[in-house]
């Protein structure tokens, strides 16, 4: 791939060079919200990124499935570049072109009939729950709606995402959490329906459903299409919301442009961030012509739209779709796939099942065996492979869309050679 040239930069315009990086001030400097692997990265072009001693890795985390051109991608460089000489942030108190036409790109590409943007998938997500809620005030006339959510979720760390989220892990320490959430098992049809007629007696009726097509941070657990199509249904027997997160998901990851696709179902409302952007911050709720039901004044956000976060998504969708992405992604998916199902019968004792859609790839460790997926994503950088967890027994490989079959092959063997260090 060739990278543009760009005009040198006059020096006295450069920020200041950065001093040799000390992990010890950063820590001294930095909130502790984060457990970190000890590396810093500091370069990256197309799937590979490079750490401050110059090392090479291959990235199969791509800011967590958010990279979709990978890094330093031309068609990136050249939006950046153009929208930042041009105009970056207004308000919204003006038309904003370039959000029209990243609306009218994410609506010819899926069943919403409108977007509203903001800045990450949480606070897409605060949308779609503010939507549901005023949906179930005006037109269900429902006094104390529920929203039903499913255990291993996620959805956001602000108050009301992490109360969506049915992870208890995620919201200890944070009461008093946000009233109108229930959980419920995923995948599980008759106990959907039993909380749905409990709660319809205890007279706090249940107005949406939210859910991921397939759960990314609870383990990369695909959805079932039997599950998906009762709960359409019920949802349209009883006038309720479907709303799905595809903040993980979306953008092509599945090798389908939504996760729903996958389903052969459509949502009423949903949610994209992670990979819109391809790691510029931008998030979109999308929904169907009810969502008129927000009025002026209803629901804003400063950042969201701005022209340059909409120019950027904008060129990540149309390279999505000039350079065959999503087919490359189902392509280069079941290659992954393949190799790993050929790697977990190396290791029968140690690995339990290799799943997922496109270029979202779980790989479960046995639940009888002491070794965790951190333990393996350790041993993989030692290998020059960055991977994810997702939960303690499943490695996620969300590498960027446009990761070649060379790169599979690199990152398979470089698993292979991990997994063989922390089992021997
Ligand atoms: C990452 C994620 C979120 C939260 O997105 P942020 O941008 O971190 O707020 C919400 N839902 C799902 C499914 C996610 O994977």
Redesign the pocket.
Known sequence: MVLLQHPPIPAELLAEPMSAFDAAEFDRAVMTTYGRYPLALERGAGCRVWDTEGREYLDFVAG?ATCTLGHAHPAMVAAVTQQIQTLHHVSNLYYIPEQGALARWLIDHSCADRAFFCN????A?EGAIKLARKYAHTVLGIEFPVILTAHAS????TLA?VTATGQPKYQKGFSPLVPGFHHVPYNDIAALEATIDHLDQAERQVAAIML?ALQ??GGVRPGERAYFQRIREICDEKGILLIL?E??VGMGRTGKVWGYENLGIEPDIFTS??GLGGGIPI?ALLAKEFCSIFQPGDHASTFGGNPFACAVALSVCQTLERDNLIVNAQERGEQLRQGLRAIAHKYPDSIAEVRGWGLITGLELKAEIALTAGEIVKAAIGEGLLLVPAGPKVLRFVPPLIVTAAEIEQALQAVDRAIATVTA
């Open positions: 967590i990450s998938g949480a606070e997500n996620f959805h956001g760390r995402t991921e990314g941070e997160d903040v993980q961030a992670k998030g």
